[in-house]
């Protein structure tokens, strides 16, 4: 059976846990806590990392740094995961959600603005796949309207939009390190800031509303409550296991490339001859091979072929239900415009297996699976 993910693990994993138990600093803003978050500036080329205990975690700070009030307006794509949304809810307010993209299945950069009301706040933007957003425009929107952007980048992590990695180029950034990501601390994720005026805000959100980090630092000699604040510091053991991947993070993403562009080489017949649909990557998107999709003719097309390949051995998964559909959707968003593409192509999108450690022939493989569904 060929799994849809395999969490990644490198080999230095276990060598630098120990480590950090050796050392007797198990808990946050440990030695690898401070390599990673390092790393991840200096590849990024951001003012500041801070790792957080997850990507729904690192949204969430960013909703508390933005200040974000009850009442306030959030534009966001509904085709997301459900942290997009949550981070922004908790705090009050109302989702507003806008149609996608078909070719990227990203928000649709066009129809933000006429979504903007007098209460909105930020746009929360999602960059799916590791495929940017039209971000030269997005920002462009942010400014006239004086909205925040919060970057989405869970999947975005070593790629970019016109030369700027994703996570950067907005207010604040969030990627996430869950088992599924390309890069893993188990549970865990990383808020980027653009503004250095944020960090010490940011920092007091993250250790209970306290100056914690000051302390730990040697600038101040007791540390107080401040501000409100949650527990958003993940383990240095977790950190650990993160940095082995980061250390060989540019061969994970070169593997993952080559196996994503095997995959559009085996299966592009099925979209020359319209069959199916592959992903699409617009011009100035650097992507990093996080997911690959077809896209079948609709759901009950897309039922059966995840059965067909289940039956020969390989486990496809389809993705998000639109959050405006769901119970929770409704009670606390709603969409704007009209729902040309977030439904219908939801129920179409279909992704194959991609890990870091799946060889080309497994691609072969199952792509060759997928054909023979489609007699091809
Ligand atoms: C994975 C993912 C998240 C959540 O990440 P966690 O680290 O599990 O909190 C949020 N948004 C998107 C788009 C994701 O893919």
Known sequence: ??????????????????????????????????KC?????????????????SCTHALEMAALLADIQPGDEVIMPSYTFVSTADAFVLRGAKAVFVDIRP??????????????????????????AGVSCEMDKIMDIAKRHGLLVVED??????????????????????????????????????????????????????????????FYRGEVDKYRWINYGSSY????MNAAYLYAQLELADEINAIRLSRWDCYYQQLKS????????????????????????????????RTELIGFLKENGVMAVSHYVPLHSAPAGRKFGRFHGEDKYTTKESERLLRLPMFYTLTEEEVIYISSKVKEFYGV
């Open 1 to 34: 059976m060929i799994n849809f993910n395999v969490p990644p693990f490198t080999g230095k994993e276990m060598e630098y846990m120990k480590q950090a138990v050796d050392e007797q600093k198990i808990c946050g803003d440990g030695t690898f806590t401070r």
């Open 37 to 53: 978050s390092k790393w991840i500036e200096e590849k990024t080329q951001t003012a500041k990392c801070l790792l957080t205990t």
């Open 103 to 128: 070719d990227t299945m990203n928000m649709d950069e066009n129809l933000i603005e006429p979504a903007i009301t007098d209460k909105t706040r930020a746009i929360a933007v999602v960059h799916y």
């Open 153 to 214: 980048a869970a999947q975005g992590m070593m790629a970019d939009y016109k030369g700027k990695a994703l996570g950067t180029i907005g207010d604040f950034g969030c990627f996430s390190f869950h088992e599924t990501k390309n890069y893993s601390m188990g549970e865990g994720g990383a808020l980027l800031i653009k503004d250095k005026n944020c960090v010490e805000d940011a920092e007091i959100f993250r250790e209970k509303g306290t100056d914690r980090s000051k």
């Open 233 to 236: 510091l993940p383990s240095d």
């Open 270 to 301: 099925l979209e020359e001859s319209g069959k199916a649909q592959l992903p699409a990557v617009p011009a100035g998107c650097v992507h990093n091979g996080h997911m690959f999709y077809i896209k079948t003719k609709d759901l009950d097309e």
